[in-house]
């Protein structure tokens, strides 16, 4: 079965310094990974995806993801916080049918200034 | 912003009544999803459609249904609804090329069962 865990349930970060949300998925073949962000009182906006190719994608806002095959891990990185990046952080896996979905915990991430 | 309204967007309703609560779309896509999102939990599917009058289940179906008359429009129906449906509910929509993952959500409906 498929699963996503993100260790860190909250993450504070000073304004610029640098940002990295962890995530580990459990997933026989390649999954397709995701990461969301989400504002209080609002849905999901997608921020980056990975199906195939470069094991570095990048995102909106600035953010980048790596994809690591040895550590089953999806990190999201960003080089310089905002203080409008606080909001709560998904990671997610799929499959290549579309058909099963998985979301983790979430990470809510504080920026101070 | 993609256009997908959710209605309503705060409900409290006693336990044991119907609900039924509304995703609609304007961008055409193929994909809608229902999702319940609860602490500690992340989100959570519940039922997804892949077309008109096409539904499946998701992983936490039990006590809900849903019906795609129209592309879109997607509903989700709470029977009779119990307490542990207290949650905020998320529609998203997808057309990624037939993979079918999620890329927009809603902003969410608050819904209380007392």
């Known amino acids: 079965a498929q699963s996503v865990t993100q260790p860190d349930i909250h993450i504070t970060v000073s304004e610029g310094a640098s940002l990295e949300l962890r995530c580990n998925y459990s997933y026989g073949a390649t999954p397709y990974l995701f990461w969301y962000v989400q504002s209080p009182g609002q849905g999901l906006q997608l921020l980056l995806k990975y199906f195939s190719g470069d094991t570095l994608v990048q995102g909106i806002k600035g953010f980048e993801a790596e994809f690591k095959r040895s550590q089953s891990s999806f990190n999201l990185r960003k080089p310089s916080v905002h203080w409008s990046d606080a909001a709560e952080y998904f990671c997610?896996?799929?499959?290549?049918?579309?058909?099963?979905?998985?979301f983790g915990t979430g990470t809510s991430l504080t920026v101070i200034p | 912003d993609a256009g997908i309204t959710q209605s309503p967007r705060h409900k409290v309703t006693e336990t044991g009544t119907p609900v039924t609560l509304r995703c609609h779309q304007t961008e055409n896509h193929r994909y809608m999803y229902w999702y319940r999102q609860d602490p500690g939990h992340g989100l959570r599917l519940i039922h997804y459609s892949y077309g008109v009058k096409d539904t499946d289940k998701g992983e936490v179906s039990d006590g809900y249904s849903v019906s795609r008359s129209k592309t879109e429009d997607f509903l989700l129906t709470l029977e009779s609804a119990t307490s542990s449906q207290t949650s905020v509910y998320f529609c998203?929509?997808?057309?990624?090329?037939?993979?079918?993952?999620?890329?927009?959500f809603g902003d969410g409906t608050r819904l209380s069962i007392l």
């Open positions: 998203a929509i997808s057309d990624f090329g037939g993979l079918g993952q999620p890329q927009h």
């Open positions: 997610a896996v799929g499959t290549n049918t579309g058909n099963q979905f998985y």
